[in-house]
């Protein structure tokens, strides 16, 4: 999987501001808003209640946002949040979390229902949809308010193994 | 007794000893953790990897046509879930046998076995589901005598130290796992459980539905770990909501699939 703890801002704002779109399809493009960046690897097939082919697991964006809603529940949490494109229009995003035990059981670093808030900043990397226009990615790593959050099995901040 | 005699005598308790089980073969309690591989109910193919099974299901005409409309969100034939039928996806009941094929694997992984006189009940985590086996000697009813259910009607009975599982009067609305292979409401499930060492409890299965299956399907072998730990824990309340599953579908797999109706 490629290493997108390494991703700083400038590549963030590289890959949207133009140094290398030449190299990325007009598919991955439309993903490509404003702090966000995109990343091809390997993914990892967790369990994901059928709603793994929903996404390209071979790729990879980077949202920041503001959250205005966290849904802890069965049987994927949800996140939801604001995030600016690259014209600098707001979008509304979507993203869903591993299933709601396997984080309760094998991550217990403390998710619960209130561990975001609507307001908080966060940086998100995770799959993006294959469906065209849609607003909503599987996450496969999270940064909020500045700390490092597992989203999947392996701990923070980068993964490199899972099982369903 | 000269010393010989009492030697002999030693070791004879002692081999007795040893080869006395350190558990009871007949004690099916606890609660278990799938670990054997397949999420099917045999050996098919499922696309979980590549040495994944390659047998074929033996579908009648009208069972093939069954299985056609079934549309998963898992395997060789996934859809997105805003595009299929799974009826995990509207949080209905998942019924005997996926429950036990599919559902008892990481995360929601337990399957709790609780013997009672006269009674054998399997506590499952996913939905907070819980199916019971009346073993008093009644007799099995015949499918036509009773109104299918999610799990079915089931007597049990010892077979040696296998406790062999009679059931009738399935609903057909579920599937037998996550993969869309379907049955009828004349489906007739066998499930003989043992208890092959004190961590280790095996389960091996065949139905019979000849409007689906052209002859009785046989599972492959389903491998059980004792979790001794389980019972020391709080309870996660896996339940599936109705009502968190519908935003959810609506407001992120909808999105995703490209069937939004918004967020």
Redesign the interface.
Known sequence: MAPIANIGHNAIHDCCGGLYLGRMSRHLLRYCVSGLAIVVGSGLAV?H???????FQDQKIVLNGTVTEW?F????P?L?FDAKNAQGQME?W???L?????M???MSVGWTKKTIHPGDQIVLTCNP??????????AKELVVNGKSWPVVPGGIPTVTGG?? | MNRAALAGAFAAIVLSAQTKPDFDPRDLSGHWNRTSRYQTFSNVYSG?GPKDGTAEAPFTAAGKAKFDTNK???GPR?????F?N?P??TCDPLGIPRLLNTEV????QTMEIVQIPGRFIQFF?WHHDWREVFADGRALPKGDEVDATWNGTSVGHWDGNTFVVDSVGFDERTWLD?FGYPHSENMRLEERYRRIDKDTLELKMTLTDAEIYTRPWVSDTKIFKLDREKSKRWD?Q????PT??Y??NQ???D??????AG?
């Open positions: 369990a209640h059928g709603t793994n082919v929903s996404y849904a529940v069965n049987p994927h949800q939801y509304h979507s993203a869903e591993l299933p709601t035990p396997l309760m059981k094998n949809p294959r469906a065209a226009g849609a607003k909503a990615c599987l099982k369903q | 979980q998963p969100g898992y996934a859809v997105p879930p805003a299929g799974d995990m996806g694997i990481s995360p929601h985590e996550k996660e896996i339940y599936c909501v968190e599953e935003k959810f407001r992120v797999r999105e995703a699939g490209g069937k939004s967020k």
